[in-house]
């Protein structure tokens, strides 16, 4: 006690008091050292910072608190210090930010040559033009230099004033082009970029003027695409902008798009991977929204075409209208190399059982019944046996267990995790994987699973395809948690442990583009509907609250599906509305909706969730069997 307490009256940063160092009991001897070498490297004394580098000199995570130090006294009289630090620690993720700083540095203080001789690409324009200008000054060829001009010159937006000197030299040496022009001027159109387009027809010759009029209008409003006579030559300027113009509409509009790609199309001089790529497109937003008039697209689709796209639309219109011969007629029509897909192997017993061939099909239901994976579990639950999860536990090798755990990538980040700090340990986790054979791989792992960090290996073992450690790969991640939330809103805490698992797979700080945050992945609007009151992003990292949330919203939704969980579930992932959008003309069994839904990631959600809800019941020792939702269940065409 009073050990802690000394170390932290003299070395705690003002973040950590040392009453909750003390009351946290969690933290080692070096942790608690290494907090106080942290502080003493941003506003310390040097002499405290010395004598606990001594202390720590074989610890993960001192080079973080070195960088620390040397970004605290940025200047050229420490350049060799700075110099020797970067070149050490090489594209390390604790050098990064001293080089950014040191590279500043020098700009503002007019270093040229330092500048030259350090430099590095960190992907900041404005460093990147004073250090092809500074060369330029110090007599470096211009033919060496300006070619490198071109790249920093085709961005979607306008790059710093400091790097006009180096574009005006470029141009008037000759580098800027139409086609240089016009390439830019494309960027920032997709990029929305309208200032910068309009400047770029200011530079275009006056014949190709117009496509700066022409790619403006496409990319603000993709439909212009339709007006009569918007084309003048079809050459191969305009077909990059048709092509552009399509591809943004095809999802939109299939129908349109389908007539004008038929008249307009065959203007333009379209390679034919282009071509098939585009009907294929075609054939597959057609399905969504007129499933016969997609099904004649997707059937004239070449085999050597035919991917898992059009294979599964194919399969989802004939499930449909539950037209079971047709249903086999389509399997028999695909690819000989698609025949032994999981889901063409399922629903081919499915129909041949549905035309009396019921011999054939248990057969074929009892080997995808030895799998652990949805259709496996599908199988065995028409079978009315025990779904397998074929639990085959991770032996790994001491003497790699002695060579990755003495990894600077790994204990540094296996340190970093432990103090908290996922994203930096994150960062090193990254570095360290190229490292590893998949051996390594394997044991990189079970030391981070041992750790209690789950994401990590969940990912690994996915990755070097070692699929059969299931406790590995379905941790009990915040079990107690879980469990708890499970019984205060009657919900099945399997349910739970296989939303976090498909989500976030169990990283509480888990952000999406979407907005989604935390273990369940919800953004903050919904949150806040649910909790009726504000809830900020930042609170939903916190796993109480998400789980809490997340349980809440379920069960709302769970209502508005009039307690069908398979809605429910594609629900949660795509929102209600639209589920409501995919619903059948006629009621159909629940797994054959699921094939139906348009969304792919939507479909592989529910696909997902299902699964890993089985595996956590059996986990758990529970008695239930999710699958007889999926067997049971209907889907009405109403809610």
């Known amino acids: 006690m009073f050990r802690i307490l000394y170390i932290c009256v003299l070395l705690c940063p003002s973040f950590l008091t040392a009453t909750e160092i003390i009351e946290s009991q969690s933290l080692t001897r070096e942790q608690e050292l290494y907090l106080g070498l942290e502080h003493e490297a941003q506003q310390g004394s040097r002499s405290m910072y010395l004598a606990l580098m001594k202390k720590l000199a074989n610890y993960p995570l001192t080079p973080y608190a070195e960088s620390l130090y040397l970004q605290r006294f940025l200047r050229y009289s420490n350049r060799k210090a700075i110099r020797n630090f970067l070149a050490q620690h090489q594209d390390q993720p604790y050098s990064h930010p001293l080089r950014r700083r040191w590279l500043n540095y020098l700009v503002d203080n007019g270093y040229k040559h330092a500048l030259v001789q350090d430099y590095q690409d960190i992907g900041d324009p404005r460093l990147a033009c004073f250090n092809l200008r500074w060369q330029l000054q110090l007599g470096a060829d211009e033919k060496q230099v300006l070619p490198q001009v071109t790249e920093l010159w085709l961005a979607p937006k306008s790059q710093p004033r400091v790097c006009d000197p180096l574009f005006t030299l470029w141009q008037e040496s000759g580098y800027r082009s139409s086609e240089t022009v016009l390439a830019r001027l494309i960027l920032a159109a997709k990029a929305k970029n309208w200032s910068l387009v309009r400047y770029l027809k200011t530079l ?119 037209d079971w011969q047709r249903t086999l007629n389509v399997i028999a029509g695909l690819p000989e190399q698609m025949q032994t897909d999981l889901s063409v192997v399922y629903w081919k017993a499915r129909a041949m059982e549905a035309l009396g061939q019921s011999k054939w099909a248990r057969a074929t239901y009892a080997e995808l019944a030895e799998r652990r994976d949805y259709y496996g579990f599908l199988a065995a639950n028409k079978l009315g046996v025990k779904a397998q999860l074929r639990h085959e536990p991770l032996f790994v090798d001491p003497a790699e267990v002695l060579i990755v755990s003495q990894l600077p990538n790994l204990q540094r980040a296996i340190e970093l995790f432990r103090l908290g700090r996922t994203n930096e340990a994150r960062r090193e986790w990254n570095l360290l994987e190229p490292q590893l054979t998949n051996e390594q791989k394997l044991v990189a792992a079970k030391l981070a699973y041992d750790t209690g960090w789950y994401d990590r290996p969940i990912f690994m073992l996915a990755e070097v395809g070692h699929l059969n450690h299931v406790d590995m790969r379905f941790p009990l991640a915040f079990k107690s948690l879980m469990s708890k939330v499970a019984t205060q809103n009657n919900l099945d805490p399997a349910l739970l442990f296989a939303i976090a698992r498909r989500e976030s797979s169990f990283m509480p700080d888990a952000y999406s583009h979407a907005g989604a945050a935390g273990l369940m992945q919800l953004k903050p609007s919904t949150a806040s509907y649910i909790a009726k009151h504000k809830v900020k992003r930042r609170q939903l990292f916190e796993p109480d609250r998400n789980v809490q949330l997340a349980s809440h919203y379920w069960s709302h939704l769970f209502k508005q599906a009039h307690g069908n969980p398979i809605i429910t579930t594609a629900a949660y992932n795509a929102g209600i509305e639209k589920v409501k959008k995919w619903l059948p003309e006629k009621s159909m069994p629940a797994d054959a909706w699921i094939e139906t839904i348009p969304y792919k990631e939507t479909r592989n959600y529910v696909k997902a969730v299902v699964a890993y809800s089985q595996v956590y019941q059996q986990l758990l020792s529970r008695p239930q069997n999710t699958f007889d939702q999926v067997t049971e269940i209907s889907i009405a065409p109403t809610l």
Do not use: C
């Not at 403006?216 to 007006?227: C, D, G, I, Q, Y």
């Not at 113009?245 to 199309?265: H, M, N, Y």
């Not at 001089?269 to 399905?287: H, N, P």
């Open 204 to 322: 275009l010759d006056d014949e190709h003027k117009y496509l700066a009029g022409l790619w403006r209008s496409v990319a603000r409003r993709p439909a212009t695409l339709f007006k009569p006579n918007l084309f003048m030559f079809h050459d191969d300027k305009e077909r990059v902008l048709f092509l552009y113009g399509i591809k943004r509409l095809i999802f939109a509009d299939p129908q349109r798009v389908a007539r004008l790609w038929q008249s307009e199309g065959s203007r333009f001089q379209v390679d034919e991977f282009e071509r098939q790529d585009i009907a294929k497109k075609l054939a597959l937003s057609l399905a969504i929204v007129d499933r016969e008039a997609g099904f004649d697209w997707l059937s004239k689709v070449p085999d050597e075409e035919v991917d898992e796209s059009v294979k599964q639309w194919r399969l989802a219109i004939t499930l449909d209208g539950q």
